[in-house]
């Protein structure tokens, strides 16, 4: 029941499959010898794929996470230099 083709990398969505299946209560050994995966690549895709509970209810994934915080970043910046351009155009 494998779904590795030799020297590919697994997809994303068996990827999530196998985590959903960790969360539902498999144990990480049998998840590897059931679909022919190492634990060693298992463990980095629960890490990387489990929610993170947030305010308010939501969460997301650490990888959603770290996209946030880069794209707020890069807004912040741009709304700095625009804060400068205001400045510098309000007095001319």
Same mark, same amino acid.
């Given at each position: 029941? %494998?779904? #590795?083709?030799?020297?590919?990398?697994?997809?994303?969505? @068996?990827?999530?499959?196998?985590?959903?299946?960790? #969360?539902?209560?498999?144990?990480?050994?049998?998840?590897?010898?059931? /679909? $022919?995966? %190492?634990?060693?690549?298992? /463990?980095?895709?629960?890490?990387?794929?489990?929610?993170?509970?947030?305010? /308010?209810? %939501? $969460?997301?994934?650490?990888?959603?996470?770290?996209?946030?915080?880069?794209?707020?970043?890069?807004?912040?910046?741009?709304?700095?230099?625009?804060?400068?351009?205001?400045?510098? @155009? %309000?007095?001319?």
């Amino acid at each position: 029941m %494998s779904n #590795h083709k030799s020297g590919k990398p697994y997809n994303e969505n @068996f990827r999530k499959m196998v985590v959903v299946l960790y #969360h539902s209560g498999q144990s990480v050994r049998v998840l590897s010898s059931g /679909y $022919s995966v %190492s634990k060693v690549s298992i /463990y980095p895709w629960i890490k990387k794929l489990t929610p993170m509970e947030l305010e /308010y209810g %939501s $969460s997301a994934t650490p990888d959603d996470y770290a996209k946030l915080q880069k794209q707020m970043l890069r807004l912040q910046q741009e709304n700095d230099i625009l804060k400068k351009a205001m400045a510098i @155009f %309000s007095k001319k």
